[in-house]
């Protein structure tokens, strides 16, 4: 039920190389192909996951205070998970676990684009970043803790749709003509219509609970380029969650996305008018397919002032996103001098118009 990935050198566990297409072994230089490990999909493994009925949702949900023991392969510790955790790292000995349970059948993921910005290179973003804030508490650097930093394997699911929008307008375009001494404004009216065809593939909507939606979305965008079909040795070292909803409650988040960008791409070809006025629009949603993939988030999690903060980084792009702690007093200061400014300005236009 537990897999481990053993180095064939020394019996240490492998973990995934970020970036490249080995597991290493941390202790003796070993690399091993991923080819080389990976396994036969486990039982009926490609069922449909959409509509696999009332049974499961709800079996999900009774699961969902659930905490689950696990032993760890590499010591006989007790790992103690959530429902939904699919790979973790033994607290006793360090050693990867994955729970192939949860990673087979309806949960196999399809995708997954690997890790490619490794510890070292987290912890350094999470370093030059406490440096970046602007009102930033002038300790902060050498007070702030890093308590935790884990890499993360995200459930997401990817939806493609094709959109076809049907859009009218009233549109003006004012002229101006001089005759004489006179002036003339002219304005002409338009009925624009517009019938726009687009397709969408891989619109992504997180399937965790645990990770907050809108810092999700602000972490994308991931590059498609490397999303490889899903392999269990990819997960060697990180953890992973397997997803939380079925696809059909998370379509109506992917669908409201497809629906504003199609018909925001169908206003923009309005282009050269004084006004638009969009007076009907009609939008028809198509999916064709969506797919489970696992997609690679570094949470840094650190404690300043007995508080506890976390910084979110994409794990292939480096994107991070989170707050700093603010200084009130410095950020005090500059809100004087910001004022200032304001008021010496007004003072500025004031003088001239009188
Ligand atoms: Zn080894
Ligand atoms: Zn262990």
């Not at 490609?46 to 949702?57: K, P, W």
């Not at 987290?122 to 803790?145: E, I, M, V």
């Not at 490397?226 to 269990?232: D, N, Q, R, T, Y």
């Not at 994107?319 to 007004?346: E, K, M, Q, W, Y």
Request: hydrophobic fraction near 30%; aromatic fraction near 12%; charged fraction near 25%.
């Amino acid at each position: 039920m537990v897999k481990n990935y053993k180095c064939p050198g020394c019996g240490a566990s492998l973990v995934y190389e970020e970036g490249s297409e080995f597991l290493a072994c941390p202790y003796c230089e070993t690399r091993v192909a991923l080819k080389d490990l990976q396994e036969e999909a486990a039982g009926a493994g490609e069922e449909e996951t959409d509509g696999a009925g009332e049974e499961e949702t709800s079996e999900a949900e009774t699961q969902d205070a659930e905490t689950s023991q696990f032993q760890c392969s590499s010591c006989g510790g007790e790992l103690v998970t959530d429902a939904y955790t699919a790979a973790t790292i033994c607290p006793f000995c360090g050693s990867p676990s994955i729970l192939k349970t949860r990673l087979s059948g309806k949960y196999k993921p399809d995708l997954l684009i690997p890790f490619s910005i490794g510890k070292e290179e987290a912890k350094k973003q999470f370093r030059d970043w406490t440096k970046s804030g602007f009102f930033t508490p002038k300790g902060f650097y050498s007070q702030n803790t890093l308590e935790s930093i884990n890499g993360i394997y995200v459930p997401y699911w990817l939806y493609d749709f094709d959109a076809s929008v049907h859009m009218e307008a009233s549109a003006t375009r004012v002229r101006t003509q001089r005759k004489g001494s006179y002036e003339y404004t002219y304005t002409d009216h338009f009925r624009l219509r517009r019938d726009t065809e687009t397709s969408f593939d891989r619109i992504p909507v997180d399937a965790s609970k645990q990770m907050p939606d809108d810092t999700m979305e602000r972490l994308e965008p991931f590059s498609y380029e490397k999303l490889e079909a899903f392999e269990m040795p990819y997960l060697s070292g990180y953890m992973a969650e397997r997803t939380n909803f079925e696809s059909s409650q998370l379509e109506p988040r992917a669908r409201e996305r497809a629906k504003s960008y199609a018909e925001r791409a169908t206003r923009d070809t309005m282009q050269g008018y004084a006004t638009v006025n969009v007076t009907s629009c009609n939008t028809r949603l198509g999916k064709r397919k969506q797919e489970y993939a696992m997609l690679p988030v570094w949470v840094l999690s650190y404690r300043y002032k007995n508080k506890n903060w976390q910084l979110y980084l994409n794990g292939q792009t480096g994107r991070r996103i989170g707050s700093l702690p603010v200084d009130p007093g410095r950020a005090a200061a500059c809100f004087g001098i910001c004022s200032a400014v304001v008021t010496v300005l007004a003072g500025l236009i004031w003088g001239i118009v009188l």
